[in-house]
Each structure stands twice: as C-alpha cells, then as structure tokens.
C-alpha cells in the first residue's frame, strides 16, 4: 500500500515571498500520479497542481511549481509571491496510475497548514 | 457544471441515531467516491462507486456504514447507531472516466458531530 507523509503540520510565509511545503511518498509502483491540493477553511478541496511520474520536467501553475524526485520519492510545492488567499491547508495525495483496483482513488498526506502574514 | 453537492453541511445527532448525507456529483461523473476527515488529518477513503456499482469498500467502513447510489447518479451515505468516533467531515468527490489524468472534484463536505 501506498503512504504519502507530510512533515511540517504548519508553515508560515510573509505576503509576496516564497514558500516550500514538503511531502515525501512511498511506493513499489513506477507509474503513478501525484496531486497538490488546497483546502480553505470551510470551503471544498480544489487541485493546485499534478505531476505524472513519467514525466521528468516538474509541473508549474503560475506561482505554484512542484520539485520532483523520483529517486528520493520526494514531491515538494513551492508557492511564489505568496498572497493572503493563499492561506489553507495543502495536501499532498497519491494515486496509481491507471486500471487495476486503484479505481483513481487518492491516497492523502496529513497536510500543511499554511498562513499568509501581510 | 455547478459542482460536487453535498446536503446536509452539518448534522449534529445525539449517538445511537442514524444520520444520512447525500451527494449530487458533477453530472456528467460517472466515478464517485467518499472520503472520511477528522480534524487535522488528510481524507481517508472509504468507498468507491463505478456508475450505480459499488467496486471498492475500505475497512474503515464498518457495518454501521452503508452507501448507495441508485442508477448512478446521486449517493447517500448512511451511518446507524452514530458513535463519537463517527464524528468528522464525510467528503464526496467525482471524476469522469475516460480522462487518466483526471482530476477528482470534491465537494464542500458534510460535517458530523455526535454528541
């Protein structure tokens, strides 16, 4: 089975800097998604970015890029030019590629929860 | 598209009661699933349904817990006889097949305290 661990429980970032959220996974697949979400409070759980193992370039959206090492099976966010709606929990998630009986499920980290100070 | 809809948003029970949450995916969705989050922690999934069949049951989901989703459209969520340790936001999340890379969209959650 799958685990995906989430380190830092709370980070802190001043608006307009940078911000690193870690993740680290474990897997005996090779073929595999990951995800980062964002859940405000009280609000519903939205993609932040994706990343496909096969793909060796890193994903970026805007101000949210990921690093990804396959090797270490480490899958880090970083949030540039940090802004005050970017405050939420993140959360890092796991799924297997395709077929079998993953059915797409996501497998989740503990998340991150991240405040934006003006 | 309107959305993963979620009804009730909260439900306070004493325990002992039965609660039932309700989903209505993104229409087009045929693949729904339903996550279980306590507070602090990441969403655990609990079961999976492919259009009306239910394909996967996690062992979290005891026999207290029943789901169902009556011609593959919306599902509901039963828990009988509510303990506290029921109490936590039951997420429900679609996605379309056909898309490999597709994303799962969640909704806003039902949030569940025993008392």
């Known amino acids: 089975a799958q685990t995906v661990t989430q380190s830092q429980p709370e980070m802190s970032v001043q608006e307009a800097e940078t911000v690193t959220l870690s993740c680290t996974y474990d897997?005996?697949?090779?073929?595999?998604?990951l995800f980062w979400y964002k859940q405000p409070p009280s609000r519903q759980m939205i993609l932040v970015i994706r990343?496909?193992?096969?793909?060796?370039q890193n994903a970026t959206e805007n101000r949210f890029s990921v690093n990804f090492q396959k090797a270490a099976k480490s899958f880090s966010l970083k949030i540039s030019d940090s802004q005050l709606g970017d405050a939420a929990m993140y959360f890092c998630a796991y799924r297997s590629y395709a077929g079998g009986t993953s059915y797409g499920k996501l497998t989740f980290g503990q998340g991150t929860i991240l405040t934006v100070h003006p | 598209d309107t959305g993963v809809s979620q009804n009730p948003r909260h439900k306070i029970t004493k325990r002992g009661q039965n609660v039932t949450f309700r989903c209505d995916p993104i229409?087009?969705?045929?693949?729904l699933y339903w996550y279980r989050q306590t507070l602090g922690q990441g969403p655990e999934f609990l079961t999976y349904f492919q259009n009306e069949a239910q394909l996967e049951k996690s062992r979290l989901l005891s026999d207290r817990f029943s789901a169902e989703r009556p011609k593959g459209s919306f599902s509901t969520l039963e828990i009988q006889r509510t303990e506290q340790g029921d109490s936590a936001m039951y997420l429900c999340?679609?996605?379309?097949?056909?898309?490999?890379?597709?994303?799962?969209?969640f909704g806003e959650g039902s949030r569940l305290t025993v008392l």
């Open positions: 999340a679609s996605r379309r097949q056909g898309i490999s890379t597709g994303e799962l969209f």
């Open positions: 229409s087009e969705h045929n693949r």
């Open positions: 897997t005996s697949e090779s073929d595999y998604y």
């Open positions: 990343q496909e193992a096969y793909k060796q």
